[in-house]
């Protein structure tokens, strides 16, 4: 009687559990697979209104636990139907774990008759975490079912198996300096796969590493949200970066963990104030005129170079009421441009003092007890004494502020420029030159001409560099009483600023053959987004003697330039170095190659029939000039061969002081005259023949000359040479130190060989030293 009042109970608490679940179970599902054959007014009833009915089922609670290791089979629960007391019996289970993925063969009824559940295996929760299984009774002998199918659903307990996992292994940030500590700097979020709601999915976070740590922790993480915070102000002076691991942890039991590095990268910002290098100045300044550039105001700043909490704005604070001075920062050196815009006047304007003050192009910001404070007011000031004097008649430089691009080819005792300065009025009188300025001697100056020669290699790491910029001051006296001086400034870019410079327009010429003292128009372009920039001046770089023996330069036309020839040139190409300066004192060293050549039609250029020859070869052009010198010697030793009547040739030398050699040729180089020649026939003959030597050595040097061009240097083209006594080619080390007679050639036989032999000569000279 105890056994069946318990089974009464254990049955109506099963109804009472499940038959929420029941009732909403669908016809589709009560239908599906297998049990279609059966269903019947069991499976109908639920179609009808829905009634509270009594249940026959009764289950113990089934329990599968993730990760079980086993053994298995494991007992996992029984069923029980009240049908079992008066039929014989048989439990069935089906569905997906069962007979149906997922997990199918997961779960077994081993003992039909008594409805024990087992497990067959460890299963995972985050793979599946429930399970819909149905339960069926029918007649051992029959089959037929002996009540409606049960649906349970059988939930997968969770363990704590899973850390937490952030999204990525590491995260890289970039912040201001100037970042307020109530503004998240970054969040990062890790996921549990455990149970939501539970403990072993609930994820909380903190910070476990900082590097470096400047004072302690300068980062805080709340612990739910993953927000990362400032706790502190930053300094980029102090840490420029920090590199934070932050930990993800759950609350299960064992507690699980995971970690991700965070990368912060600190922007630079405004914390520290440009500061003048000096007090105040001092200026002196000539009433009546105006004076651009004339004082360069120098400040030091913390901040990031070339950011703009570097980058310096000037204004005139005080002083300037009646707008007659302009300030502007110059942009590659931060530093104060001040200009004299409208003359002072000696009489009201004697003394001037005006205050300068510079501020950043970012607003200033502090650190005030952890909280950043901002401000667009904070500025520092310096003052300006200016005393007007009386105007004087000082010497003036042209431009008074000279900008110019290291070239490759400034070497020491090459000429850098030549700056000079004029008097007023263009009144004759003598002004000297001197370095006012060049702290680190790269340069020296002719005290009469003004013109500068690289003293020194220029050395990008000398301190006297800043940003990549080096001044140099030139000071140029008028003698007289009393003496007037004037400076120039030279501002010399180690760095690149060809987008800045004026350049030729045509960098190559063809230009047909013309005489002596023809002009050729020489161009100029400004630099790009400078087209206000001219007009031009032209220079003439005399650095080269051949440079100076050919050219020189007529009227300057603002945009173009007269190029004219000294004296005839034979056709060729020929390099001429230019100097072109803009309005704004931009410099630069342009090479303009001119190429003369033959034109049937005296317009066009055709190509002409004497190679082309280049002035200023590289040092691999020394082999050419072996043509030069194996001419040379067959001219020394030229050939009269007299035959007399029926006679055999013979080869003959003609008279000439000291021993005479008679030299044999083979039959294709002889040359033969009748025994009873006058002497004279030889001397038309030499002169014939010398003028044909000229020719082909034009043709030689020019050919080759045009081949070392074009081949830059080659040297598998033309190796050295020199030519022994019976003429054959052989090697040689120093064709430059070749030693030939030439008795019998005209005393200005070089210079009739053009610039291409001057070029090699010129060559040999500095190979030789």
């Known amino acids: 009687m105890e056994l069946l009042l318990i089974l009464l109970l254990l049955q109506v608490t099963a109804a009472n559990s499940f038959s929420h679940e029941i009732e909403n179970f669908s016809l589709g ?30 289950i113990t609670t089934i329990d599968v636990q993730e990760e079980d290791k086993g053994p298995f089979p494991k007992y996992a629960g029984q069923l029980f139907n009240k049908k079992s007391f008066n039929t014989s019996l048989k439990y069935l289970i089906s569905g997906p ?11 077994s009824i081993e003992d039909d008759v008594n409805g024990h559940v087992y497990v067959h295996r460890t299963i995972d929760r985050e793979k599946t975490p429930v399970f819909l299984i149905r339960f069926d009774i029918e007649d051992r002998e029959t089959g037929e079912p002996l009540d409606r199918p049960l649906f349970f659903k059988i939930n997968i307990e969770d363990i704590n198996d899973n850390a937490p996992e952030f999204s990525k292994e590491e995260y890289s940030i970039t912040i201001g300096e100037d970042h307020r500590k109530d503004e998240p700097v970054f969040q990062v979020t890790a996921l549990d796969k455990d149970e939501v709601g539970t403990a072993n999915s609930q994820v909380s976070y903190s910070i476990s590493m900082q590097m470096p740590t400047p004072d302690g922790f300068t980062f805080s993480i709340d612990p739910s949200t993953g927000s990362i915070l400032l706790s502190r102000c930053l300094d980029y002076q102090t840490a420029n970066s920090f590199k934070l ?37 001092q200026l002196q300044v000539s009433a009546g005129q105006e004076h651009p550039a004339v004082l360069r105001l120098q400040v030091q700043d913390k901040d990031s170079p070339n950011t703009p909490a570097w980058r310096a704005k000037y204004r005139v604070a005080k002083g300037n009421e009646k707008e007659q001075f302009a300030i502007e920062t110059d942009p590659d050196t931060n530093e104060g441009i001040l200009s004299i815009i409208k003359p002072l006047n000696y009489e009201s304007d004697s003394e001037m003092r005006l205050v300068i003050s510079v501020a950043n192009e970012e607003p200033f910001f502090w650190c005030k007890n952890g ?20 105007s004087q008649r000082a010497p003036k430089f042209h431009p008074p502020l000279l900008i110019v691009q290291k070239e490759d080819s ?35 100056v002719d005290e009469n001409s003004g013109v500068l020669t690289v003293a020194k290699d220029f ?3 000398s301190p006297f560099v800043n940003n990549s910029l080096y001044t140099i001051i030139v000071q140029a006296t008028a003698q007289g009483f009393p003496p007037q001086t004037g400076t120039g400034t030279i501002l010399l870019y180690l760095a690149d600023i060809n987008d800045r410079m004026p350049s030729l327009l045509a960098p190559s010429l063809d230009v047909c053959d013309k005489e002596k003292g023809t002009p050729l128009i020489v161009q100029a372009k400004p630099a790009l987004g ?34 004219l020839m000294l004296r005839s040139l034979p056709q060729g190409s020929y390099l001429v ?10 410099s630069t060293r342009q090479k303009q190659h001119i190429r003369l050549c033959f034109c049937p039609d005296g317009h066009t250029c055709k190509d002409s029939p004497v190679p082309q020859a280049v002035v200023g070869l590289g040092g691999s052009a020394i082999a050419i000039i072996l043509m030069a010198f194996l001419l040379i010697l067959v001219s020394n030793i030229l050939l009269c061969r007299c035959l007399g009547s029926g006679a055999r040739s013979k080869a003959v030398v003609p008279p000439q002081e000291g021993q005479q050699t008679l030299i044999s040729y083979n039959e294709e180089r002889r040359s033969s005259f009748p025994e009873n020649c006058l002497f004279t026939d030889y001397e038309i003959f030499q002169a014939r023949h010398l003028g044909y030597l000229i020719q082909r050595v034009e043709k030689t040097l020019g050919w080759k000359l045009y081949y070392q061009t074009t081949l830059e240097d080659s040297r598998d083209i033309d190796e050295p040479c020199r030519y022994s006594e019976e003429g054959e080619l052989e090697q040689s080390d120093s064709p430059c130190s070749i030693s030939i007679g030439s008795e019998d050639l005209p005393d200005d036989f070089l210079n009739t060989l053009g610039p291409g032999f001057s070029a090699l000569e010129e060559i040999c000279q500095k190979r030789s030293t």
């Open 29 to 58: 599902q009560a239908t599906r697979g297998k049990s279609i054959q059966w269903v019947g007014s069991y499976e109908l009833d639920s179609l009808h209104p829905l009634q509270r009915t009594k249940r026959t089922w009764v």
């Open 97 to 107: 774990g069962v007979d149906e993925p997922p997990e199918v063969g997961l779960f």
């Open 245 to 281: 691991l932050v930990k993800a942890s759950d609350q299960g039991s064992p507690q699980l963990s995971s970690t991700a590095t965070v990368n912060v990268a600190v922007e630079d910002a405004n914390n520290h104030l440009p500061v003048f290098t000096s007090d105040s100045y």
């Open 371 to 390: 909280i950043v404070m901002t401000s667009n007011l904070e500025s520092t000031n310096t003052a300006v004494n200016i005393k007007v004097i009386r």
């Open 410 to 444: 400034m070497k020491p005792g090459r000429v850098f420029r030549k700056y000079s300065a004029t008097y007023p009025d263009d009144v004759p009188t003598k002004i000297k030159y001197e370095l006012a300025h060049d702290p680190d001697g790269w340069l020296s």
């Open 459 to 461: 050395d990008e790491e």
């Open 530 to 563: 400078h087209a206000h920039w001219g007009p031009f001046t032209f220079e003439l770089d005399e650095d080269s003697e051949d440079v100076k023996r050919n050219w020189t330069l007529g009227r300057n036309f603002g945009q173009s330039v007269e190029l």
């Open 577 to 586: 170095p230019i100097i072109i300066q803009d309005r704004q004192g931009f």
